[in-house]
């Protein structure tokens, strides 16, 4: 998404056309608002916000997050030096 054309209405443009440009360009998805060539908002179509809220109002999902989960992991019993893990490796892949 970050490489798409941002849909920008300059301050200008919607001093000029009021409610209308900002309705034409919503057709192109959301719209940037610039003010002084800097970004001051984004206007999103009504049928949006109400997905973003329903998205919003749903309820967490139940269990652990994926850092719980990897917090949860047993950690080594005793660390391994550089030589024990290579010599484990070499034993792992003879065939």
Same mark, same amino acid.
Do not use: F
């Given at each position: 998404?970050?490489?798409?054309?941002l849909?920008?209405?300059?301050s200008?443009?919607?001093?000029?056309?009021?409610?209308?440009?900002?309705?034409?360009?919503l057709? &192109?998805g959301?719209?940037? *608002?610039?003010?002084?060539?800097s970004p001051a908002?984004?206007?999103?179509?009504?049928?949006?916000?109400?997905r973003?809220?329903?998205l919003?109002?749903?309820?967490?999902?139940?269990g652990?997050s994926c850092?719980?989960? *990897?917090?949860? *992991?047993p950690? &080594?019993?005793?660390?391994?030096?550089?030589?024990?893990?290579?010599?484990?490796l070499?034993?792992?892949?003879?065939?």
């Amino acid at each position: 998404m970050a490489d798409q054309p941002l849909n920008v209405l300059r301050s200008a443009e919607l001093k000029r056309g009021g409610i209308a440009a900002v309705e034409q360009a919503l057709r &192109a998805g959301p719209v940037h *608002l610039l003010k002084r060539n800097s970004p001051a908002a984004v206007v999103i179509s009504e049928a949006e916000y109400n997905r973003l809220r329903r998205l919003a109002d749903r309820p967490a999902a139940a269990g652990p997050s994926c850092l719980d989960w *990897l917090l949860a *992991l047993p950690s &080594a019993a005793t660390a391994r030096s550089k030589q024990e893990i290579d010599a484990e490796l070499r034993q792992e892949r003879e065939w």
